[in-house]
């Protein structure tokens, strides 16, 4: 898992940072990935005003701005920890408070709210290796929530099950936030945008370079290359027409492109030709 600060989402959006107070205790890495979300029950500016004192999640957004307040890596203060019981913030990787009011009724927050909370969950996929997954239903039990004895709080999925919880859904508490969100909804924008942007960026950043030439040289080069240059069994038709190229692995149409090696080494091979003979 990554620690300290995020700069950007996968999504592109910046992330600014305003650090809070926190008791820098280490999150608990053997637990199951976890991330805990929460509703503001006002606007960020709100929240900020108190996170900044205490209570401070790792990040806090709205439509406009996304803002981390604790480094990966190390405890949450937004849940209830009582003594002795149940660890709550401890195994938390990741708490989001959003901007808006939770509702009981099912409810997504606004569009803007909703894309940068689904942009930063695809981010902590990667960042935190918190699944894009729920361990509960969105249909909610019936009320009252806002009581540590609410079914989903005492069941067998806190501690043993990765994915987002709703503080709602943490032993221990008594907050209800955030009430009967649309879940699926949203992480299935976040699992579009992770392969949007995430999945196919990992790819290119894991693709080797292939600057050096494999040894030994495969067959195929010397063919290419006398293709190229309109030598030896090439030579008639001058050089490389593609009505005359002959049957090559790569740089056709719908091929992947000749390799940087075979490049690189072509220009070797006329580089030593343009000095002068002895
Ligand atoms: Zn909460």
């Known amino acids: ?25 280490p999150v608990d890495l053997k637990a199951p990935a976890v991330g805990v979300l929460h509703t503001i029950e006002g606007s960020l ?31 949450g203060c937004a849940c209830e920890n009582r003594p002795g019981g149940i660890e709550t913030n401890r195994v938390v990787r990741a708490q989001i408070e959003i901007a808006g009011n939770s509702q009981k009724k099912s409810w997504v927050p606004d569009a803007e ?3 940068a909370l689904a942009d930063l969950m695809a981010t902590l996929e990667r960042a935190a290796e918190i699944p ?29 099950t990765a994915g987002w919880f709703g503080h709602v859904e943490v032993p221990e508490n008594e907050h209800w936030d955030p009430g009967a969100l649309e879940w699926k909804t949203l992480l299935a924008r976040a699992g579009e945008i992770a392969d949007d942007n995430g999945r ?15 040894n030994p040289i495969p067959d195929w080069f010397l063919v290419w290359l006398n293709w ?18 002959p049957k090559l692995p790569f740089g056709g149409e719908g091929q992947k492109p000749v390799p940087v090696w075979a490049w690189r080494k072509a220009g070797e091979f006329t580089a030593t030709r343009r000095g002068p003979h002895p």
């Not at 894991?206 to 050096?212: G, I, S, T, Y």
């Open 45 to 75: 500016g709100s929240g900020l005003s108190v996170f900044q004192r205490h209570f401070a999640p790792h990040f806090a957004l709205d439509g406009r701005r996304i803002i981390q307040l604790i480094p990966l890596g190390v405890i």
């Open 132 to 160: 894009l997954t729920r361990p509960f239903a969105d249909k909610m039990p019936p009320l009252p929530w806002a009581t540590v004895k609410f079914s989903r709080r005492g069941g067998r999925k806190w501690g043993t």
């Open 113 to 115: 709210t909703a894309e």
């Open 1 to 25: 898992m990554q620690k300290g600060f995020l700069t950007t989402t996968i999504g592109g959006r910046k992330i600014e940072h305003i650090p809070c107070p926190h008791p820098g205790v």
């Open 200 to 214: 196919a960026l990992a790819s290119t950043n894991h693709q080797p370079r292939a600057v050096k030439p494999p």
């Open 228 to 245: 190229r240059l309109g030598e030896g069994k090439f030579k008639r038709f001058g050089p490389h027409d593609m009505k005359h190229r």
